[in-house]
């Protein structure tokens, strides 16, 4: 039987181990709108402002399954409280849980060999949105019924797979 001080260096010696294998991911987010977006993300990131040609940079943790990013538009906050016009939040700027629709959602799943990313406007429309892995194909929404996002629930022709922990772009008016 080992020691205890063997057990505990064979314990670090397995978590450095598969510390060292997860890798995080990388989102920037950028606005090429012509006003002002608050961008959102959950369940890692929470949310910020970005004036027109500003960049956000989340980096998610390995081992954050799923999440998403959109854009809150029309938003007037008073320290880390208020309301947006679409995409809001329960009034918070940074967001803990999802917007209300309408909202251009960019989808994620992150972990094992594969990711998976998408757009979605099931839950409606607000915002023009390229969503692209860097090591996949580029996604773009420009209205209601682009042909890259998801526009019904039954639809499942839209989910697009890249390496395990790539890094993304999400930009607003592209």
């Known amino acids: 039987m080992a020691s205890p001080a063997a057990s505990s260096v064979l314990s670090l010696l397995l978590l450095a181990a598969f510390v060292g294998t997860a890798r995080a991911a990388t989102f920037t987010i950028t606005n090429n ?3 002002t977006v608050w961008p959102a993300a959950t369940p890692v990131g929470g949310g910020t ?3 027109p040609g500003q960049t956000w ?14 854009g809150r538009t029309g938003c007037s906050f008073n320290g880390g409280s208020g309301s947006c016009q679409t995409g809001d939040c329960g009034g918070a700027l940074s967001c803990t849980l999802s917007g209300q629709p309408p909202m251009t959602l960019a989808e ?10 998408d ?4 839950d409606g429309y607000n915002l023009a949105m390229r969503f692209s892995c860097s ?4 996604l773009n ?6 042909p ?4 019904f629930p039954s639809d499942n022709t839209k989910t697009h797979a890249c390496n395990g922990n790539s890094n993304y772009q999400v930009t607003f008016c592209p």
């Open 148 to 151: 890259d996002a998801y526009l």
């Open 119 to 122: 757009i979605s406007v099931i």
């Open 135 to 138: 090591t996949g194909v580029t």
């Open 33 to 35: 709108c012509g006003s």
């Open 49 to 51: 402002q970005l004036d």
């Open 57 to 70: 940079t989340i980096n998610v943790p390995a081992g954050t399954s799923s999440g998403r990013v959109w």
């Open 108 to 117: 994620f799943t992150i972990g094992g060999s594969q990711d998976f990313y």
């Open 141 to 146: 929404c420009g209205g209601s019924s682009c």
